[in-house]
T-cell receptor, first 115, second 116 residues
Framework: SQTIHQWPATLVQPVGSPLSLECTVEGTSNPNLYWYRQAAGRGLQLLFYSVGIGQISSEVPQNLSASRPQDRQFILSSKKLLLSDSGFYLC??????????????FGPGTRLTVL | AQSVTQPDIHITVSEGASLELRCNYSYGATPYLFWYVQSPGQGLQLLLKYFSGDTLVQGIKGFEAEFKRSQSSFNLRKPSVHWSDAAEYFCAVGALSNFGNEKLTFGTGTRLTIIP
């Protein structure tokens, strides 16, 4: 069965510090991968997605970047964190299902607080 | 561009009562629609999805949703709620990207509180 991992689970960082959040998927090949951010009391905002190694699509211009160095690894980064980067970051994966729609499966999330 | 509206920010229901959570979408083509549930501090779990065929979709945990194209709605229902159903519920619409995968647009969520 497929499993998705995110770490760290919780992170407190000062403004201006760098960021690296990691997401890995097990049990599937060539998944589509997604990064979302959920601000307090709000819905999920799609930040980045990737359909293959080295391919990244950005949905919202901002202080963050993403990379996919391996098939099942997706990394969210920042060189200098802003207060507004605080939130709950969720990684998700999907694979194309014949005769159906993609279904995205979510990881447990990382709670980021920027002080 | 697609959008999702969940008009109810917070709903309180007595245990054992019926539940309906509203979702309205805007999308130019036939939509793919989803309901997810999120417990506090957790990731999202898929409850059910609609992509074609029968407009009444059955999901996990006794939930169902009905797609009504004429009303652009995909409301979630449960005949009798349990205390464990207390959570936040998100409706989402999927749209194909230029790369052939689907991107989801989420509503802002409805928080469900269950009272004894």
């Amino acid at each position: 069965s497929q499993t998705i991992h995110q770490w760290p689970a919780t992170l407190v960082q000062p403004v201006g510090s760098p960021l690296s959040l990691e997401c890995t998927v097990e049990g599937t090949s060539n998944p589509n991968l997604y990064w979302y951010r959920q601000a307090a009391g709000r819905g999920l905002q799609l930040l980045f997605y990737s359909v293959g190694i080295g391919q990244i699509s950005s949905e919202v211009p901002q202080n963050l970047s993403a990379s996919r160095p391996q098939d099942r690894q997706f990394i969210l980064s920042s060189k200098k964190l802003l207060l507004s980067d605080s939130g709950f970051y969720l990684c998700a994966w999907s694979v194309r299902q014949p005769g159906s729609t993609d279904t995205q499966y979510f990881g447990p999330g990382t709670r980021l607080t920027v002080l | 561009a697609q959008s999702v509206t969940q008009p109810d920010i917070h709903i309180t229901v007595s245990e054992g009562a019926s539940l309906e959570l509203r979702c309205n979408y805007s999308y130019g083509a036939t939509p793919y629609l989803f309901w997810y549930v999120q417990s506090p501090g957790q990731g999202l779990q898929l409850l059910l999805k609609y992509f074609s065929g029968d407009t009444l979709v059955q999901g996990i945990k006794g939930f169902e949703a009905e797609f009504k194209r004429s009303q652009s709605s995909f409301n979630l229902r449960k005949p009798s709620v349990h205390w464990s159903d207390a959570a936040e519920y998100f409706c989402a619409v999927g749209a194909l990207s230029n790369f052939g995968n689907e991107k989801l647009t989420f509503g802002t969520g409805t928080r469900l509180t269950i009272i004894p």
